[in-house]
């Protein structure tokens, strides 16, 4: 939804439609793919919180970003949920060696409701942004 204004307003920058729609296209596929690179690295080479900034502001300012990020966390947090499930955590010892499945909230790492976390495991943020692009 967000890629319609644009297209439009840009489409009068371009005096033949091939040249401009090559343009748009262009422009929305390195969009999409500079944060999925960069997020990673600044992960890697400085910290998560670092990166999550960077993440934010990818976010808002490319749309397709976005959309993929909210895949992707939400891909992640289910994914380890269900690798969460195969444990039985009424057993101390699991409770004890495997906190990121079996402790507590914090200590996880997926939540419960990913759609209304506004942290670093949710969605909520993306979903703002892209109601607001």
């Known amino acids: 939804w967000t890629a319609v204004p644009y297209v439009y307003c840009f489409s009068f920058l371009f005096t033949s439609a091939p040249k401009g729609y090559t343009m748009i296209v262009m422009y929305n596929i390195i969009s999409?793919?500079?944060g999925?690179?960069?997020v990673p690295i600044i992960e890697q080479t400085s910290d998560s919180d670092?990166?999550?900034i960077w993440?934010?502001?990818?976010?808002?300012?490319f749309p397709l970003y976005n959309i993929s990020n909210?895949?992707?966390?939400?891909y992640n947090n289910e994914f380890y949920?269900?690798?969460c499930l195969a444990l039985d955590c009424t057993l101390d010892i699991f409770i004890q060696t495997n906190p990121q499945c079996c402790g507590p909230a914090?200590?996880?790492?997926?939540v419960d409701d990913v759609i209304a976390d506004y942290g670093k495991r949710g969605i909520m943020v993306g979903s703002i942004f892209f109601a607001a692009q």
């Not at 993440?55 to 300012?61: E, H, L, R």
């Not at 909210?70 to 939400?74: A, F, K």
Request: glycine residues 0%; aromatic residues 20%; without cysteine.
């Open 36 to 38: 999925s690179i960069a």
């Open 106 to 110: 914090e200590n996880r790492t997926y």
């Open 55 to 61: 993440s934010v502001i990818f976010s808002w300012f």
């Open 32 to 34: 999409a793919m500079i």
């Open 81 to 83: 949920r269900t690798s």
């Open 70 to 74: 909210m895949y992707q966390v939400l």
């Open 50 to 52: 670092t990166a999550y």
